[in-house]
């Protein structure tokens, strides 16, 4: 149904910026609520990110707020995680997700679609 592609993510030093950018298929962009995960080495995936469908509301995990943004562009069906100072913690695989839902979510399985996911390294 929903399709989400996502850009790549890259190799960069702490630091460093990088924006990710997922587009959706199907012109179902404005009913989906946007979100962004990710997955470090050994570890369960995390959410990192979220917009509501009209985005007026935004929610940012604690271990990114004020260095990550999340944005949504709906006359281009995309969303972008804008990630400044990154740290080599942040190295993960970065997903983006959607719903068709009323509320950002915290968790995984609230999430119907799923983007193919993208790798984040960041070194020291």
């Known amino acids: 149904q929903v399709q989400l592609v996502e850009s790549a993510g890259g190799l960069v030093q702490a630091g460093d910026s990088l924006r990710l950018s997922c587009a959706a298929s199907g012109g179902f962009f404005s009913r989906l609520v946007m979100a962004w995960f990710r997955q470090p080495p050994g570890k369960e995936r995390e959410f990192v990110a979220g917009?509501?469908?009209?985005?007026?509301?935004?929610y940012h995990a604690d271990s990114v707020k004020g260095r990550f943004t999340i944005s949504r562009d709906n006359a281009k069906n995309t969303i972008y995680l804008q990630m400044n100072r990154l740290k080599p913690e942040d190295t993960a695989v970065y997903y983006c997700?959607?719903?068709?839902?009323?509320?950002?979510?915290?968790?995984?399985?609230?999430?119907?679609?799923w983007g193919q996911g993208t790798q984040v390294t960041v070194s020291s």
């Open positions: 997700a959607a719903d068709v839902s009323y509320r950002v979510s915290t968790r995984d399985h609230d999430y119907d679609y």
């Open positions: 917009m509501s469908r009209s985005a007026d509301s935004t």
